[in-house]
């Protein structure tokens, strides 16, 4: 109900204007009054010179004195004044509330109806008692407004007013809360709260709530570019996220999202950045975390993990997350990683991984610096796997190959030569151990059924591969057989490609590629005195590594029975490396860099071997005449060079294979004959090449019957705790077994397969 002063107002003839203070509660209703009483409604709205200009005072006060009408008709109210002196300030609202208090409105009756300035008439009715006096102000009970104002020049939202005006028309219409207006103007001294809006960035946080990423994160021509697509999409960032394919797999495609300068690129390191706690990659939420340009993000996840020490809990983790992020980097990135990582050279190697070329060869290059570390099992399995031992079993020959062989791949990756090893290389040479194993030839005419055996030739594949390939062979599945044998002298192709000329299987093929990279000095692998290391054995492993998934496909497709892979001969790096190398002189040409020479009368080579018409040195001389060779060499006789393995892959038989031993708990040392004992296999694939092997010992077992195998260990002849030993069918690891050595105190109780342990 209209208060008494103002229908008292209404009915007389005053000519100075009313204040009427009303709050939110109560504006609707008071104006509905109003307006039922016959007032004229007016607006403040309506004296905005142009839509983002404020109303002027002055043509308000000029337009209700000029007004026109019959008395009883001149009766008005005016709405809007009280937001828009509130949006001008405190100062200025009051100033202006003090001049219409005096001022004479000719003979029209005007109610102000005041929104937003209550504190601001209380003072000029404190400061004008004769507006008490004449009854020509009113307080509703509750004068309170919760209106508030986002002045925005970029806008998302809805119902956003054009200018000034505009928002003076929805305040006037009885708007509470927020109002959004586009506008210019600025409002710093107003007594509503105004959030201003100016940016492209704040726009969009006005419509995304949890949207918490920071602005500058993006530059403004970014920020843009989401607005418009925000537009297109009803505001939903999720959808802007979907249609440029981010789907909560933030791994996929990580190269090609981070990798360019492009709004797609910046949109994903927003993406990143939004989602970071879901993010289950440990060393990409780290990274993104940590970002805060998008212009860094890629080199952060190629080179983050140059800033965490390895003795840091957090490294193996990082370091595993970060192999798998990085793989679809490309080798020019990888190159800029390894650059930075010389920095700190000593450490450089715990950051790589094999999962380019580049990186395996950095790792090559540091080790034979540095020396090999136990790490490398995790940074470069595939170098891991070659410089495994591979323990020999070839008769007596066996310990002096496997000794020989580790050593030679230890400084062949390390590009030393010890003098001890020298001396070895001099002591075979004449010695020429090899002679006691089987021929390469005759090896391959014992492979039964060759109709359907496919046999691949890997050009100068030594045994210095094998236990790389037995490793390769049992992860595919396969089951290997491996004969080592000796080619012909010299260790050339020509005097060693008969057996795959002779072969009787339209299945067969040469693979040159491994002596391609010994050769042709592909990839800067030239030897170099300031740059000694092996780094093609990075891309022989990868012949290697090709030619094992070439055996396991034709396996599976059954387009063989059998998977045979041969050599024509061996090679030598440290023939190559050697610093003083022997030049022996010579009346014929040397040929294949040195290492052998058609024969010549009345020479004395004490390190040469006569075979097939030539001379062919078995130490790491070579003959005049002869250009050195800058990667690995052949033609020779050294053991690297000579020796080589014919191998049989076979599809592995997918059995439940049971193996324990006999009377485990009683096994003892005989001082006299050493340790035996018998263990039980249920199956195999090559019942006489059973062994088992204790550290770099390898003992054969002999097969008593179809399931029962009996090993001896002459030189264990003491009682030890724990002997773990491996067991192998061929070159196939096929279990495990744990056991203790008694001393004897007597014979064991009994002797039969009764007492049977797992």
């Not at 994160?217 to 920020?223: A, K, L, V």
């Not at 960032?237 to 981070?258: M, T």
């Not at 975390?289 to 840091?312: A, W, Y």
Request: proline share 3%; charged share 25%; net charge negative.
């Amino acid at each position: 109900m209209l208060c008494t002063a103002v229908k008292n107002y209404i009915a007389a003839a005053k000519g100075l204007p009313f204040f009427y203070v009303v709050g939110d509660d109560s504006y609707a209703d008071t104006l509905s009054e109003l307006s039922q009483q016959g007032l004229i409604i007016h607006r403040a709205s309506d004296f905005c010179p142009k839509d983002d200009k404020f109303p002027s005072i002055d043509n308000i006060i000029d337009h209700f004195r000029t007004l026109d009408v019959d008395y009883k008709q001149n009766k008005h109210v005016l709405i809007g004044l009280g937001e828009f002196l509130a949006l001008r300030g405190s100062t200025v609202a009051q100033r202006e509330l003090h001049r219409l208090a005096n001022t004479t409105l000719g003979s029209a009756r005007v109610v102000l109806l005041l929104r937003c300035v209550s504190s601001q008439v209380h003072s000029v009715a404190n400061e004008n008692p004769k507006l008490q006096q004449q009854q020509r102000v009113f307080f509703a009970e509750n004068p309170i407004s919760s209106l508030s104002v986002n002045s925005i020049r970029y806008s998302l939202q809805p119902n956003v007013a054009e200018g000034i005006k505009g928002l003076l028309r929805i305040m006037e219409d009885g708007a509470h809360g927020n109002c959004n207006v586009k506008t210019m103007l600025d409002f710093p001294l107003s007594t509503i709260p105004v959030t201003v809006v100016n940016s492209v960035y704040a726009a969009i946080r006005q419509v995304c709530v949890s949207f918490d990423i920071e602005e500058s994160h993006g530059n403004e021509t970014q920020w843009e570019q989401l607005f418009k697509a925000l537009q297109s999409t009803k505001n939903s960032l999720d959808s802007v996220f979907a249609k440029y394919g981010f789907n909560n797999d933030f791994e996929d495609n990580l190269y090609q999202n981070c990798a360019g300068l492009e709004f797609k690129n910046w949109l994903f390191f927003i993406y990143l950045k939004k989602n970071v706690d879901a993010i289950q990659n440990v060393y990409l939420r780290w990274v993104v975390s940590v970002t805060d340009n998008f212009e860094d993000l890629k080199d952060n996840i190629l080179c983050g993990i140059l800033q965490i020490q390895r003795n840091d809990v957090r490294f193996r983790s990082y370091y595993a997350e970060r192999k798998k992020l990085v793989r679809s980097f490309p080798e020019s990135e990888i190159a800029i990683f390894i650059h930075r990582s010389r920095i700190d050279i000593a450490e450089s190697v715990y950051r790589y991984t094999d999962n380019t070329r580049t990186e395996k060869e950095e790792v090559i290059r540091w080790i034979a610096t540095y020396g090999y570390v136990s790490e490398i099992e995790y940074i470069y399995p595939a170098l891991s796997l070659y410089m495994k031992d591979y323990v020999f079993s070839c008769g007596k020959l066996s310990e002096e190959l496997t000794l020989y062989f580790k050593e030679y791949k230890e400084q062949k990756l390390t590009s030393k030569i010890t003098p001890a090893f020298l001396e070895k290389v001099n002591t075979y040479a004449l010695k020429q151990p090899y002679a006691h194993l089987e021929t390469r030839d005759s090896a391959i005419l014992r492979i039964p059924e060759k109709q359907s055996a496919f046999l691949l030739w890997i050009d100068a594949l030594g045994v210095e591969y094998l236990a790389y390939m037995s490793e390769l062979a049992r992860k595919k599945g396969l089951s290997m057989r491996t004969d080592i044998t000796y080619s012909e002298l010299p260790t050339i192709t020509s005097i060693n490609r008969g057996f795959f000329d002779i072969w009787p299987g339209p299945m067969k093929e040469k693979e040159p590629k491994l002596d391609d990279i010994k050769h042709h000095e592909q990839g800067g692998f030239i030897f170099r005195e300031d740059d000694d290391a092996p780094i093609h054995l990075a891309s022989e492993l990868e012949v290697i590594d090709k030619a094992i998934e070439r055996a396991a496909t034709e396996l599976a497709m059954h387009r063989c029975k059998s998977f045979v892979i041969a050599s024509d001969h061996g090679a030598s790096r440290l023939a190559v490396i050697r610093r003083q190398e022997e030049k022996y002189e010579t009346d014929t040409k040397g040929e294949h860099s040195g290492r052998c020479c058609k024969i010549f009368p009345d020479a004395d080579l004490p390190f040469a071997i006569s075979e097939n018409g030539y001379y062919v040195l078995a130490d790491y001389g070579r003959f005049k005449k002869s250009r050195a060779a800058n990667v690995e060499v052949h033609g020779g006789a050294s053991l690297e060079e000579v020796v080589v393995p014919v191998i049989t892959l076979t599809l592995r038989k997918q059995t439940d294979l049971i193996i324990g031993l006999i009377n485990k708990h009683n096994i003892r040392a005989d001082r006299k004959v050493g340790t035996e004992f018998t263990l039980y296999i249920s199956e195999t694939e090559h019942p006489n090449n059973i062994s088992i092997l204790i550290g770099d010992d390898r003992f054969m077992a002999v097969r008593k019957d179809a399931t029962h195998y009996q090993v001896t260990m002459p030189k264990q002849k003491r009682s030890r705790k724990q002997v773990s030993a491996e067991i192998f069918d061929g070159d196939d690891l096929i279990g495990n077994i744990t056991f203790d050595i008694k001393g004897k105190f007597g014979e064991a109780d009994k002797k039969d397969f009764d007492d049977f342990d797992f």
